[in-house]
């Protein structure tokens, strides 16, 4: 027995009573906006992966296509030399359709989907409140992960989805990374700055 009492078999019911009790739904839940469900999205990404990969031979990934969109903006010659020798491919041209296809998403989705900056009520508190300096600190956040992913030879999407798929043991490693350091982050962040 608790002070919100008896505990209920359903996790995601104690934390709406806790953050009802003290008036902190609204500024905690996360789960307010849902644009599709979890398992549709994966079910999507998965098939393409494997339609990707039976009908071109290529392998789903995201890295590669910011690199061909950076040497479009840089004259840095890594660039502009190897895998982005030709800058003009069907990587930066799924890059370009990534956003479009969350456009398509949101056009698509129960409810009204407003747009902003904001990625919950949560990282609220830790970004800046302006909207010019979140967007700066977002942007260098995507810049940053752009460049580990080229050192790490290949993204999230690239190990985890595909190369995982390919029983690849290096992918194995690197999406274990990934996520063992997105847990270490979240509780830095949440449990220590904040």
């Not at 890594?78 to 398509?104: D, M, Q, S, V």
């Not at 080229?150 to 999406?175: E, V």
Request: hydrophobic share 50%.
């Amino acid at each position: 027995m608790t002070k919100f009492g008896a505990l209920q078999t359903n996790p995601y019911e104690d934390a709406i009573r806790f953050f009802d009790h003290y008036h902190l739904r609204r500024k905690f839940i996360m789960t307010e906006v849902i644009v599709w469900s979890g398992w549709a999205g994966g079910l999507a990404v998965g098939l393409f992966a494997l339609l990707l990969l039976l009908v071109s031979g290529k392998h789903l990934g995201v890295s590669t296509g910011y690199g061909n969109f950076c040497g479009f903006i840089s004259r840095v010659s890594f660039f502009h030399k190897g895998e982005y020798a030709t800058l003009n491919n069907w990587r930066l041209w799924f890059i370009i359709g990534l956003p479009l296809g969350g456009l398509l998403a949101a056009a698509t989705s129960p409810g009204g989907v407003i747009p902003g900056f904001s990625l919950g009520a949560m990282y609220d508190m830790v970004l800046p409140s302006t909207l010019w300096t979140k967007g700066f600190m977002l942007l260098v956040s995507g810049m940053m992960i752009g460049y580990g992913a080229r050192m790490a030879g290949g993204c999230q999407s690239g190990h985890a989805i595909m190369g995982t798929s390919l029983l690849n043991p290096a992918s194995f490693i690197a999406a274990a990374g990934f996520f063992v350091g997105g847990l270490i982050a979240v509780q830095i962040l949440f449990r220590f700055l904040i």
